[in-house]
Nanobody, 123 residues
Framework: QVQLVESGGGLVQAGGSLRLSCAASGLTFSGYHMGWFRQAPGKEREFVAAISWGGGSTIYADSAKGRFTISRDNAKNTVSLQMNSLKPEDTAVYYC????????????????WGQGTQVTVSS
Protein backbone atom coordinates (compact mmCIF):
# COMPACT_ATOMS: atom_id res chain seq x y z
CA GLN A 1 0.00 0.00 0.00
CA VAL A 2 1.49 3.29 -1.10
CA GLN A 3 1.51 6.03 1.51
CA LEU A 4 2.66 9.61 1.17
CA VAL A 5 2.62 11.52 4.43
CA GLU A 6 3.23 15.25 4.48
CA SER A 7 4.44 17.22 7.48
CA GLY A 8 5.82 20.62 8.33
CA GLY A 9 2.83 22.83 7.65
CA GLY A 10 1.72 25.52 10.05
CA LEU A 11 1.08 29.20 10.60
CA VAL A 12 3.77 31.67 9.60
CA GLN A 13 3.93 35.42 9.09
CA ALA A 14 4.41 36.90 5.66
CA GLY A 15 8.09 36.89 4.75
CA GLY A 16 8.76 33.81 6.83
CA SER A 17 9.82 30.32 5.86
CA LEU A 18 8.54 26.79 6.18
CA ARG A 19 9.95 23.44 5.16
CA LEU A 20 7.50 20.76 4.12
CA SER A 21 8.46 17.11 4.06
CA CYS A 22 6.84 14.06 2.55
CA ALA A 23 7.68 10.53 3.62
CA ALA A 24 6.92 7.80 1.11
CA SER A 25 6.38 4.10 1.69
CA GLY A 26 5.03 1.16 -0.25
CA LEU A 27 6.70 2.12 -3.53
CA THR A 28 10.14 2.09 -5.07
CA PHE A 29 10.76 5.73 -4.33
CA SER A 30 13.64 6.17 -6.77
CA GLY A 31 11.34 4.99 -9.53
CA TYR A 32 9.05 7.98 -9.22
CA HIS A 33 9.18 11.66 -9.95
CA MET A 34 7.81 13.62 -7.00
CA GLY A 35 5.75 16.77 -7.00
CA TRP A 36 4.16 19.31 -4.70
CA PHE A 37 0.73 20.77 -5.36
CA ARG A 38 -1.50 23.09 -3.39
CA GLN A 39 -5.14 23.95 -3.11
CA ALA A 40 -6.43 27.18 -1.64
CA PRO A 41 -10.02 27.53 -0.39
CA GLY A 42 -12.42 27.88 -3.29
CA LYS A 43 -9.72 27.26 -5.87
CA GLU A 44 -8.58 24.33 -7.96
CA ARG A 45 -5.51 22.36 -7.02
CA GLU A 46 -2.43 23.77 -8.70
CA PHE A 47 1.08 22.59 -9.42
CA VAL A 48 3.90 24.02 -7.32
CA ALA A 49 7.10 22.09 -8.04
CA ALA A 50 8.40 18.71 -9.14
CA ILE A 51 11.68 16.81 -9.08
CA SER A 52 12.83 13.95 -11.25
CA TRP A 53 13.39 10.44 -9.92
CA GLY A 54 17.13 10.99 -9.50
CA GLY A 55 16.92 14.60 -8.41
CA GLY A 56 18.69 15.93 -11.46
CA SER A 57 15.80 17.93 -12.88
CA THR A 58 13.31 20.25 -11.26
CA ILE A 59 10.42 22.35 -12.51
CA TYR A 60 8.52 25.11 -10.73
CA ALA A 61 5.36 27.08 -11.13
CA ASP A 62 6.01 30.74 -11.84
CA SER A 63 4.61 31.57 -8.40
CA ALA A 64 7.27 29.37 -6.76
CA LYS A 65 10.35 30.30 -8.77
CA GLY A 66 13.01 32.00 -6.73
CA ARG A 67 11.23 31.37 -3.43
CA PHE A 68 10.65 27.62 -3.18
CA THR A 69 13.16 24.77 -3.55
CA ILE A 70 12.24 21.13 -3.99
CA SER A 71 14.68 18.39 -3.04
CA ARG A 72 14.65 14.68 -2.40
CA ASP A 73 16.60 12.05 -0.49
CA ASN A 74 16.23 8.67 -2.13
CA ALA A 75 18.03 6.98 0.76
CA LYS A 76 15.36 8.21 3.16
CA ASN A 77 12.40 8.09 0.76
CA THR A 78 11.60 11.71 1.39
CA VAL A 79 10.91 14.80 -0.67
CA SER A 80 10.98 18.30 0.74
CA LEU A 81 9.81 21.75 -0.22
CA GLN A 82 11.68 24.68 1.28
CA MET A 83 9.47 27.74 1.11
CA ASN A 84 10.95 31.19 1.72
CA SER A 85 9.55 34.69 1.50
CA LEU A 86 6.08 33.36 2.05
CA LYS A 87 3.09 35.46 1.05
CA PRO A 88 -0.53 35.34 2.20
CA GLU A 89 -1.46 34.02 -1.24
CA ASP A 90 0.64 30.93 -0.50
CA THR A 91 -1.98 29.89 2.04
CA ALA A 92 -3.28 26.47 0.99
CA VAL A 93 -3.26 22.78 1.69
CA TYR A 94 -0.06 21.39 0.24
CA TYR A 95 0.05 17.89 -1.20
CA CYS A 96 2.91 15.71 -2.30
CA UNK A 97 2.42 13.32 -5.18
CA UNK A 98 4.30 10.59 -7.03
CA UNK A 99 4.44 10.05 -10.79
CA UNK A 100 5.93 6.92 -12.30
CA UNK A 101 9.29 7.75 -13.84
CA UNK A 102 8.56 6.02 -17.13
CA UNK A 103 6.65 9.20 -17.91
CA UNK A 104 8.24 12.58 -18.37
CA UNK A 105 8.59 14.94 -15.46
CA UNK A 106 5.53 17.11 -15.62
CA UNK A 107 2.76 18.95 -13.89
CA UNK A 108 -0.10 16.49 -14.29
CA UNK A 109 -1.26 12.87 -14.08
CA UNK A 110 0.34 11.86 -10.81
CA UNK A 111 -0.32 8.36 -9.59
CA UNK A 112 -0.32 8.70 -5.81
CA TRP A 113 -1.24 11.51 -3.45
CA GLY A 114 -0.80 12.37 0.18
CA GLN A 115 -3.48 13.75 2.49
CA GLY A 116 -2.03 17.21 2.60
CA THR A 117 -0.67 19.64 5.17
CA GLN A 118 -2.08 23.10 5.86
CA VAL A 119 0.08 26.16 5.33
CA THR A 120 -1.30 29.47 6.52
CA VAL A 121 0.55 32.73 5.92
CA SER A 122 -0.67 35.73 7.87
CA SER A 123 -0.22 39.28 6.66
Amino acid sequence: QVQLVESGGGLVQAGGSLRLSCAASGLTFSGYHMGWFRQAPGKEREFVAAISWGGGSTIYADSAKGRFTISRDNAKNTVSLQMNSLKPEDTAVYYCAARYSAYRLGTGSYDYWGQGTQVTVSS
